[in-house]
Structure formats: C-alpha cells, structure tokens
C-alpha cells in the first residue's frame, strides 16, 4: 500500500514537473519576445532621436549663415542698395 502511494505521488511529481517545464519554456519564449520588442523600439527611438537631433544642428547652421548674412547686409553695402533698381519705388 505504501509503494502505490509512494508510486503515484513519484508519477504526479514528473506530471508537474513536465508541466513546470513546458509554463517555463513558454514564459521564456514571451521574454525572448517582449526583449525583442524592446530592443526594436529602442532602435527606433534611437534613430528618431538621431534624426532629431540631426534636423536641430542642420537648424542651427541654417540660423548661423543667415545672422551671418544679416550682419553682412547691415554693414556691407550692396551694390542693389547704393543704386536701387529703377522701378523700385522711393
């Protein structure tokens, strides 16, 4: 009597074992799958963020040349600005 007892608690045990071992095997399969995705978007984050930050720095060269070529204007004269066009209204 105690054998078949003994016997069926060893049978239940490798019953849950095979069950903790395929609830493992899925779980790490979604954090495989969740760490992919994470690793995806942060890619892309980084990328946009690149982009960004690429975009602000064209800006500011942008913002640059044209301060430059306002201070250029205010202190060279051009020949447009000595002898105005003709049709140009005073």
């Not at 930050?53 to 070529?69: G, N, V």
């Not at 306002?70 to 005073?90: D, F, I, S």
Request: proline share 6%; glycine share 2%; net charge negative.
């Amino acid at each position: 009597m105690a054998e078949a007892h003994v016997q069926r608690e060893k049978e239940e045990l490798r019953s849950l074992h095979g069950i903790f071992e395929r609830t493992k095997a899925d779980c790490d399969r979604r954090v495989a799958a969740m760490e992919e995705k994470l690793a995806k978007g942060d890619a892309e984050r980084r990328e946009a963020d690149s982009k960004a930050w690429s975009a602000d720095e064209r800006t500011r060269a942008c913002d640059l040349k044209l301060a430059e070529a306002a201070r250029r204007e205010q202190v060279t004269p051009t020949p447009y600005t000595l002898h105005p066009a003709p049709y140009a209204t005073p």
